[in-house]
């Protein structure tokens, strides 16, 4: 009888021991899990997120970039630039040829968006293209630049927007200098100039 009962305590204890070390097991399971799920709905929740400002500017975090999107309505882009620079930037126009102020601008800089004050293009990379709008040969950064395809004129070509307002601002050509042998077409009202530091 004490046998069995010494058995059945064993048994008991055996069991009990299983039972702690399983809920151990599937609590150490859920640690490692839940965090990594938290990540994504977060990130989720982050993409999707509309922010108003105080200035009006609804911000629309980028999907890709990280860059969060400048969303304002035709009437609130109105109010902030003149004739010209509607038309080529939300209408998606093109400057006459020559007809540009930063077209002959040698100074160094940063060429931003007009609309946003996005960072755009810089001076080191502008050369003379001989096309009658400012060209550069890269972007500033590659995610402040949006690209799509677009057929306006019979045939294809690639439009490129700032990545932050999707103003228009140009177009990108394959027959630019090296070193990256592309050819950024950009409109002149489409940008603003920030001189460098301690240049005239
Ligand atoms: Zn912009």
């Not at 975090?61 to 035709?74: E, F, L, R």
């Not at 003149?82 to 400057?95: A, P, Q, W």
Request: with cysteine; hydrophobic share 30%.
């Amino acid at each position: 009888m004490k046998n069995i009962l010494i058995v059945i305590t064993t048994l008991l204890l055996a069991f009990t021991a299983c039972k702690s070390n399983k809920g151990e097991l599937s609590s150490d399971v859920k640690t490692k899990t839940s965090p990594t799920k938290e990540m994504v709905e977060t990130t989720i929740i982050d993409e999707e997120q509309v922010v108003p400002t105080n200035d009006g500017i609804k911000r629309l975090q980028s999907k890709s970039s990280g860059i969060k999107k400048v969303v304002k309505s035709p009437a609130e882009w109105k109010a902030v630039l003149n004739e010209k620079e509607y038309y080529v930037l939300r209408e998606k126009g093109t400057e006459r040829a020559h007809s540009g102020d930063l077209l002959t601008v040698k100074q160094e800089g940063i060429y931003t968006c007009k609309a946003c004050g996005l960072e755009l293009f810089s001076s080191d990379t502008k050369f003379k293209s001989g096309t009658g709008w400012p060209s550069f040969y890269e972007p500033y950064k590659d995610q402040h630049i949006a690209e799509d395809v677009d057929f306006n004129i019979g045939y294809k070509r690639v439009e490129v927007l700032c990545a932050r307002c999707d103003g228009h601002l140009g177009h990108v050509f394959e027959d630019g200098p090296k070193p990256t042998g592309l050819r950024y077409c950009i409109n002149s009202v489409s940008l603003d100039f920030l001189p460098a530091e301690g240049t005239p």
